[in-house]
């Protein structure tokens, strides 16, 4: 669904991982004790680059209200981007300040950071680590050879998540989605919208915060998955959009959001909202060249290069679905015909009514799995994702056979009736898993998605409301007027249902 106004940007959590280190305790300021425990450790090498972990434990008696952590490197280690904190880099010398939701660290626990380096020639862990001025000692026992090496080489952003901790990872068992232990995982989420317009509008890069109490607000509703809307021309950093808010900064935020949810326990549904391409046909108000509105399909330009670099970045991370392209209406492009839309839908290039060369399904479940990632794609059919009776019959190829079907469901939508369901989405489903990315209603009430949860739930299917962002619910679907979690009254009989499993 097309999102609306607001802007605050944001970062927000990652998970670390940890191994011995040796503390010394010491004295930041004559107001502040620090007895320190600092750990580093590289996740990832892949010959140019690394992802570096550090893990900050307040081992001392007293709690820290702020911290800044400070290391440096023996090479030509050279920062691209980080989550969980503010960091710099001067020189050889590398500097973290804690971000605004992690600068409290009690006694007795920790918290993590990450980022992302390039370098060349040897990459030795760094030996000496400081928490406000205060030298802890770290002692590190990472190796600088990676212990796996990549089947391909990373595109534009190297792998930098952080394994989840908590959150269910996630792969297709026939016609079910099933965690690692082989539990059936059925979706029950919210949309949480805002990436995919407030950094082209150079407002920020989120809309309304993303720190830990507003996740922890998404989790007391008993959610277990949240669909994050991103931006192409953002995430690759094009020059329409400020650089504070594209390119490497975007992508940490994005990282650190995702982190902040699989810290909840959520997985996450990354989504490829808005994209290039000049389009002035059906259906449509949208003919600017840039990822600034709804296109009726992902560009061939620039969409096969968001989804290798995303998968770069998420592969190894398989509580991270990733849904190919929000609401396709390659149908309504071409005059409302059904056949062309649907081989647009598969093949891309040439499509009718459609001023730009278009990347197909196949090319984007191609460029994902190029890039060496295993996550579960999830891919909307035509008529905004709310059509999916051709699905099956274009069913992009899949070496992992990790695709599930994408549909939208809104009381305004062609398909609305349980007998349309019956006779278009049930026999999707009963091939492949069917997760409704979108649903919802806009008269502020809920009546419809009872109805429609309802008849998922008896399918023993999901589904992600739209959208927990605190808008006028009269003007949109919007679940909450407040990110405490206070629901509207469409909110409300979404937030009832949920607590019901």
């Not at 991982?17 to 007895?35: D, E, K, Q, R, Y």
């Not at 980080?82 to 918290?111: D, I, L």
């Not at 081989?343 to 730009?356: E, V």
């Not at 962002?469 to 979404?494: E, K, R």
Request: proline share 5%; aromatic share 10%; with cysteine.
């Amino acid at each position: 669904m097309r999102a609306a106004l607001g802007a605050v940007a944001g970062v927000a959590l990652a998970a670390g991982s940890a191994t011995a280190a040796v503390l010394v305790p010491g004295t930041a300021s004559a107001a502040t004790a620090v007895a320190c425990q600092v750990t580093y450790t590289v996740s990832s090498d892949w010959g140019t680059g690394f992802t570096a972990n550090v893990t900050i434990a307040n081992v001392g008696t007293s709690a820290w209200s702020g911290w800044t952590l400070g290391y440096s490197y023996g090479g030509n280690q050279t920062l691209q981007s980080g989550w969980n904190g503010t960091w710099s880099q001067s020189g050889p010398a590398v500097t973290v300040a804690n971000a605004s939701y992690n600068g409290a660290v009690a006694a007795g626990s920790s918290t993590a950071v990450g980022a992302n380096f390039t370098y060349s020639g040897t990459n030795a862990a760094p030996t000496v680590f400081s928490v406000n001025g205060t030298v802890c000692n770290g002692a590190t026992s990472p190796s600088s050879t990676p212990s796996t090496t990549p089947s391909t080489t990373p595109s534009t952003t190297p792998s930098s998540t952080p394994p989840p901790t908590g959150a269910p990872q996630l792969h297709v068992a026939g016609n079910q989605l099933v965690d690692s232990t082989g539990k059936v995982f059925v979706p029950h989420g919210v949309n949480r919208s805002g990436a995919e317009f407030s950094c082209v509008q150079g407002k920020g890069i989120f809309d309304g915060p993303v720190d830990d109490a507003s996740v922890a607000a998404i989790a007391s509703w008993k959610a277990n998955i949240v669909r994050v809307p991103l931006n192409e021309d953002c995430w690759l950093g094009e020059s329409d959009v400020l650089p504070q808010y594209s390119g490497a900064a975007y992508q940490s935020a994005i990282e650190g959001f995702v982190s902040l949810l699989h810290q909840h326990g959520l997985a996450v549904i990354l989504d490829l909202h808005w994209t290039d391409g000049v389009y002035t046909g059906q259906s449509s108000a949208c003919s600017v060249a840039t990822a600034t509105c709804q296109k009726p399909m992902p560009d061939a330009a620039n969409a096969p290069a968001f989804w290798s670099s995303v998968a770069g970045a998420f592969k190894g991370d398989d509580s991270t679905i990733f849904d190919l392209f929000n609401e396709p209406y390659p149908d309504f492009a071409a005059g409302f015909d059904s056949a062309a839309g649907w081989s647009c839908w598969q093949n891309g290039g040439t499509c009718t009514g459609i001023g730009y060369q278009v990347a197909g399904m196949q090319s984007l479940v191609d460029a994902v799995r190029g890039a060496g990632a295993r996550n579960v794609l999830m891919l909307g059919g035509v008529a905004y994702s709310n059509d999916l009776s051709q699905w099956l019959a274009h069913e992009p190829t899949d070496p992992l056979h990790d695709l599930a079907a994408s549909w939208h469901s809104y009381n305004f939508n062609s398909c609305s009736s349980s007998s349309c369901w019956d006779s278009q989405v049930a026999p999707v489903l009963a091939q492949v898993p069917v997760i409704a990315g979108e649903i919802g209603e806009n008269d502020c009430g809920h009546s419809y998605i009872d109805t429609l949860m309802a008849w998922l739930d008896g399918h023993q299917t999901g589904y992600s409301a739209w959208t927990w962002n605190t808008w006028d619910c009269s003007q949109g679907p919007s679940l909450i007027s407040a990110y405490d979690g206070t629901p509207t009254a469409y909110g409300a009989g979404y937030k009832a249902h949920l607590a019901t499993f």
